[in-house]
């Protein structure tokens, strides 16, 4: 504790941190003071905890507002059509086709054959499959081109 805060002039003393009695009650003044300013900043940083929430939902909100500003609006029955394309195009492809994957082979402590790493092989032909299924939905149309 610093010297300085206790350091007050009475009737007693002089000065009066040299006198018991006037120590003790700036001392618990002084406690009391600091309890005051703690339950006064606690309810100062609750408080402002409340507008930050709100200025986080805000963020948050506008953020995802910049996100879809130029994305196409779609309806929920057009995006079950698309999840619809998606699968379709998904049934259609041949995953049992052993030629569509990379497999290389290990062996166990144990003396037994297994399967390494096993990687999917021209994944353009899964993606073209799904892509078509999609763009069967919709009909193309030109770009607009614009004069700058």
């Known amino acids: 504790m610093k010297m300085?805060?206790?350091i007050n002039k009475c009737n007693n003393c002089e000065p009066a941190w040299l006198c018991e009695d006037c120590f003790q009650k700036n001392e618990t003044m002084n406690e009391i003071d600091l309890k005051t300013k703690i339950e006064g900043l606690e309810k100062a940083i609750a408080e402002h905890k409340d507008f930050a929430g709100?200025?986080?939902s805000d963020l948050v909100r506008a953020q995802q507002e910049l996100k879809d500003y130029n994305?196409?609006?779609l309806t929920p029955s057009q995006l079950d059509d698309i999840h619809e394309a998606i699968e379709a195009g998904i049934d259609e492809y041949d995953f049992s086709?052993?030629?569509n994957?990379?497999?290389e082979y290990g062996i166990d402590y144990d003396g037994r054959v297994n399967c390494e790493s096993l990687e999917l092989n021209d994944t353009y032909k899964l993606t073209?499959?799904?892509v078509k299924k999609v763009q069967d939905l919709f009909k193309e149309?030109?770009?607009e081109k614009t004069d700058e």
């Open 4 to 6: 300085d805060n206790i």
């Open 54 to 56: 709100t200025y986080e």
């Open 71 to 73: 994305k196409p609006e």
């Open 97 to 99: 086709d052993n030629d």
């Open 101 to 103: 994957y990379n497999i």
């Open 128 to 130: 073209e499959t799904i």
């Open 141 to 143: 149309i030109e770009d």
